[in-house]
């Protein structure tokens, strides 16, 4: 395990108690039972966003805290224990490293302040299908004189549809499947010509289909180099994954505490279904399994913190066992808990209806096996 500062411990505790006491499941099937169509409770993102979760990444010059991959992926951890529905992660991680990665100085001062207070949320719009493919970009982006005219389609866009800033993947040139041809915008959420539309997730999170008709952005709007995006998106990518991957790793850990406190409660054939030697060996199983994904998950985000060049292989490392992780453990919870386990009244498929959809969000486990499989060079 990583060795943790003492500010990361207290960022740590804090996650840990407020999730607890004000996000609990509870929360979230309220949220999920109220219809909310923006997928997240804005008075709670207002509470996570006063106690900087929003900044961590920032510097301190736009309005942040300045710290680092491993800090918000202890805060996502937490959030994932509860199911906490929030821009967390579409924002506070994956459009702020976009901006940090790439963005100039305009960029950063009218983007990272706004993000730091919960002013502004983004959210990276890159897959058009239902599989996660980030080389086939067919969105075309047509110059037209100091400007980019955008005409296509995306899919599955976590937080697309309240998302002020959208970080767009074009394809300026090449083909379908190249990485050259590439370039990103910054496409505000409510320009002419975007038209979104939430998206009615299995797990009750927020996601949107975007339709690009004639969205004309001016060349400032580049995020990094016409035709040469795919690079800055590949890395953008992988610190969703990591951060994702962290948010998996406590979904799958509270789900296996609440299974474990299950099989020390519940009777069966006059003894506790807990000393049964074949639900011990499952139990084991996951318990092995969840410290060999923690390894990989902090070894990724560690990776970010330093800029690796390992960053790829690392966090495709970490995303893969994730997934397989969360699958294992949700099944499981399931399972183990019988008839009750099938039913709504109890929160084993909430756990396991989120763990399908993270598992397929930036890449399924098949994905990141075939990717990791060819950056070691197989």
């Known amino acids: ?30 949220l999920r039972d109220s219809a909310n169509r923006e997928g997240f409770d804005r008075a709670l993102w207002r509470q996570m966003c006063e106690m900087g979760w929003a900044g961590i990444l920032i510097p301190e010059s736009y309005g942040g805290s300045g710290l680092d991959y491993l800090s918000i992926g202890l805060v996502l951890e937490e ?18 490293a976009a901006l940090l990665l790439a963005g100039n100085d305009r960029q950063k001062t009218e983007w990272l302040p706004k993000f730091a207070t919960g002013e502004a949320l983004g959210a990276l719009a890159v897959d058009e299908g239902a599989h996660h493919a980030p080389q086939r970009v067919e969105l075309t982006a047509r110059q037209k004189g100091a400007a980019f005219v955008l005409n296509g389609s995306k899919s599955f866009v976590v937080d697309g549809a309240t998302a002020d800033l959208l970080i767009v993947a074009a394809r300026s ?64 990518l992988d610190r969703a994954r990591a951060g994702l991957a962290a948010e998996m790793l406590g979904h799958a850990a509270q789900s296996f505490e609440v299974t474990l406190d299950y099989l020390k409660t519940r009777n069966q054939f006059g003894q506790l279904i807990g000393s049964f030697q074949a639900l011990q060996h499952r139990a084991a199983r996951m318990y092995t399994e969840l410290e060999l994904t ?79 499989a060819r950056l070691m060079g197989y």
């Open 294 to 372: 923690r390894s990989c998950i902090e070894a990724a985000l560690s990776a970010c913190d330093r800029g690796s060049a390992e960053v790829p292989a690392l966090c495709s490392l970490a995303k893969a066992r994730a997934g397989d992780l969360v699958h294992l453990v949700s099944n499981e919870m399931v399972q183990m808990h019988g008839g009750i386990g099938m039913t709504d009244a109890h929160d084993a498929g909430l756990y396991l209806k989120r763990a399908r959809v993270s598992e397929a969000t930036y890449g399924s486990p098949a994905f990141h096996r075939d990717r990791y």
């Open 79 to 96: 959030t994932g224990r509860t199911l906490t529905a929030s821009p967390l992660l579409s924002t506070a991680l994956v459009a702020t």
């Open 173 to 236: 040139s090449a083909a379908p499947g190249d990485e050259n041809g590439i370039t990103l915008f910054l496409v505000p959420g409510t320009h002419p010509g975007l038209v979104r539309s939430p998206l009615h997730m299995a797990d009750s999170r927020a996601a949107a289909r975007l339709q690009f008709r004639d969205v004309e952005v001016m060349s400032d709007a580049v995020l990094g180099t016409v035709d040469k995006g795919f690079g800055v998106l590949d890395a953008i």
């Open 1 to 30: 395990m990583a060795v943790l500062s003492e500010e990361q411990v207290m960022l740590q505790e804090a996650a840990k108690n407020w999730t607890r006491e004000v996000a609990p499941v509870t929360a979230f099937r309220a």
